[in-house]
């Protein structure tokens, strides 16, 4: 009776889902990033890939800027010797019907969309709850390729996220772009979550 009443106990625990997998992984990462909507943080570059040394060193901010129930817009602001700041860039994370999808927005200072812009990927699979992996989709291979940037259709892209219920020491948002072949490649900047700044003006 014993065992018989264990194994009904094992099969209740399965179907509610109290194992230590996560049943709904893209929805704790979704989460993760809405909880810090409206919050700014400063961050550095921390890959060493030769072609981004002018880059090492700077100042950069990411701002949470805009929040709904299926977009996350976070504009990645990295500072300009010569300029005062770059805000070209925005991450744009979208949640679809299929799952979750980036996108990256390239705009210059009166507003115009550059020529490389909305570019990205669907995430293919339901990764983790504070890590989700982007490869390139048809449209940006399709782009990569009238521009002249044939390399970067091998592009993946990384997010991780660490919440405020994270167990880290440090919790830190992380942007990451790597390549493997034909160029590889490595850019990876990693944001500290614990010490928010003020945020910035808006993207272009």
Not at 147 to 164: F, K, M, Q, Y
Not at 179 to 185: I, K, S, T
Request: aromatic share 8%.
């Amino acid at each position: 009776m014993k065992r018989h009443s264990g194994l009904i106990a094992l099969s209740a625990c399965i179907l509610s889902g109290c194992s230590q997998t996560d049943p709904n992984p893209q929805g704790t990462f979704w989460s993760a990033l809405q909880s810090h909507c409206g919050k700014a943080y400063s961050g550095r570059l921390v890959s060493r890939d030769e072609i981004d040394a002018d880059m090492r060193g700077r100042a950069m901010i990411m701002h949470v800027a805009e929040c709904s129930d299926t977009l996350i817009e976070i504009p990645f602001h990295i500072g300009d010797p010569s300029d005062g700041w770059d805000r070209s860039r925005t991450w744009q994370i979208t949640r679809t019907e299929a799952g979750l999808r980036l996108k990256h927005r390239h705009a210059h200072r009166d507003g115009s969309l550059d020529q490389v812009t909305n570019y990205g990927g669907d995430a293919v699979d339901a990764g983790a709850s504070r890590a989700q992996d982007f490869p390139a989709d048809s449209e940006s291979i399709r782009l990569f390729q009238q521009t002249g940037l044939e390399p970067s259709v091998a592009n993946t892209w990384r997010i991780e996220v660490d919440g405020a219920e994270s167990d880290a020491e440090q919790p830190t948002f992380v942007y990451q772009l790597r390549r493997p072949v034909p160029q590889r490649r490595l850019f990876r900047v990693e944001f500290d979550l614990s010490k928010p700044v003020d945020p910035p003006p808006p993207a272009w």
